[in-house]
């Protein structure tokens, strides 16, 4: 459970944000001033901080600067009172995450909270990623070491230290955002601001506002000037995932922000330049979201300097035993439990499921399996019922009971390798049959690339 601080001299504040933040399911600290919240900072490490800019005493600026000299990597977000927004600006150039303006909207809130510790999240993993770039095999205690995963590692190489725009692409819950981290963590920006704006979940009508920011007075309800996203991503980088659910009216403001690289805030005559190193991501190829009239070609062509493609589990079936077995590490570690692995019928299990929710699923999957298991290793009945269920090779091929579970192969203690290779080549041979000895009919039974299949053929020693 996520811990958070709250640190505001307004006790009746301190409880209604204590209230909202429990009943999303974190647990909250609630202090009335800086030297409360430095000893509980020190005492209780919390994942997030919402703090006050202006306290008793020691105001929030100075306590800011305080808590980043203990724990640099802590998330702050300013509470701030409108008049404030300059000083909440100056907070996020030392650091705060960022901020936001009182009397506040409670959806609102709790939608930074999240995102803001999805990005704490995140930054861990890609800390490990950075830590491991120079060696040969960097991702696969994180992302696996297919050779997918290999190419998207090459890629990220050689794009990170240039400010061209990055385009990645790939399903829901593949990692996308990771790759994202990754780039900007090997970049000449690592050390400057990094922007999340989630395009799905912004208002059509608030988009330009959230985007661009607004003057005082700009509209109603407007009381205070706000900074937009670019204008914070100043010098850094501005990461808009899935973008596609902008708004064409969006798309064209968007298209000439990026050409011009200067803005206007809503009600403002004078225009602001700016800097900032644009990340995106899609779970559609953009290049197919032009053809379907749902994305302008030219800010597409204008966006695609260089794109990554991320391909999802089911096409790198290889990555699955060090995904898993690196969720189960994570999983032992968060539930204090001393799992050594999984049986070889669980893992088969884990191999032969399609995975729709990808590498995020599998994640849950096995951290959820962990916490259930009575054993020393992970078995098919803890793992959720999808997945034993729906057995791959058994649904979709009709393999024989008695192939399927490998059952002398298991009793003669045949190693994990052999018994997965051995379903492979059955999961192979069957689609082969199916599609008559067309490798690209083959290939899409299989639900990977065509590449990925001759790969597998040219391993498992198979001349399809």
């Avoid at 920006?189 to 700009?218: H, M, N, Q, W």
């Avoid at 000037?225 to 902008?246: R, S, V």
Wanted: contains cysteine.
């Amino acid at each position: 459970m996520e811990s958070i601080l709250i640190v505001d001299d307004n006790a009746d504040l301190r409880w209604n944000l204590s209230n909202i933040l429990k009943e999303e399911g974190y647990h909250t600290i609630a202090v009335s001033d800086g030297k409360q919240a430095l000893k509980a900072v020190k005492k209780d490490t919390p994942n997030l901080i919402l703090l006050d800019i202006k306290l008793p005493g020691e105001d929030g600026m100075e306590v800011l600067k305080n808590i980043k000299k203990i724990d640099k990597n802590v998330i702050v977000i300013m509470l701030t009172a409108f008049g404030e927004v300059r000083g909440a600006v100056k907070a996020m150039k030392l650091g705060a995450f960022d901020y936001i303006t009182k009397p506040f909207d409670n959806e609102e809130l709790v939608l930074l909270v999240k995102r803001a510790l999805q990005t704490q999240y995140l930054s861990r993993e890609v800390e490990i990623l950075r830590k491991r770039l120079g060696e040969e095999i960097a991702l696969e205690d994180v992302m696996g070491d297919s050779l997918q995963i290999k190419q998207v590692l090459n890629q990220v190489k050689v794009i990170a230290p240039t400010n061209m725009t990055v385009i990645i692409q790939g399903e829901s819950g593949a990692g996308k955002e990771l790759i994202a981290h990754l780039v900007r963590q090997n970049s000449t920006r690592k050390d400057k601001s990094f922007i999340p704006v989630d395009c799905g979940t912004i208002p059509g009508t608030l988009a330009e506002s959230v985007l661009f920011g607004y003057e005082k007075g700009a509209f109603t309800g407007a009381d205070a000037k706000k900074t937009g996203k670019f204008e914070q991503a100043d010098g850094g980088t501005l990461f808009l995932d899935e973008i596609t659910n902008l708004s064409e009216n969006m798309q064209m403001k968007l298209l000439r922000v990026i050409q011009e690289r200067k803005l206007y805030r809503l009600g403002a005559k004078k225009h602001i330049k700016i800097d900032v190193r644009i990340i995106v991501t899609t779970n559609t190829p953009l290049s197919e979201a032009v053809r379907q009239g749902r994305f302008r070609p030219d800010l597409f062509h204008r966006l695609n300097e260089f794109h990554i493609d991320l391909p999802p589990l089911r096409e790198r079936k290889d990555d699955i035993p060090f995904l898993a077995r690196h969720f189960l590490k994570e999983a032992n570690d968060e539930f204090d439990k001393k799992i050594k692995g999984f049986a070889a019928q669980a893992m088969r299990s884990l191999l032969n499921y399609r995975w729709p929710g990808n590498v995020r699923e599998l994640k849950n999957a096995v951290r959820r399996a962990v916490l259930l298991a009575g054993s020393a290793h992970v078995t098919p009945a803890d793992l959720p019922k999808d997945i034993k269920e729906r057995d791959g090779i058994q649904r979709s091929f009709g393999l024989s009971q008695d192939r399927v579970h490998l059952t002398k192969a298991l009793e003669e203690g045949a190693s994990f390798e052999d018994i997965t290779r051995e379903v492979e080549r059955d999961l192979i041979n069957k689609a082969l049959e199916q599609s008559g000895g067309k490798k690209v009919k083959a290939a899409k039974i299989l639900g990977m690339s065509r590449k990925t299949l001759y790969r597998k053929l040219k391993s498992l020693g198979l001349s399809g």
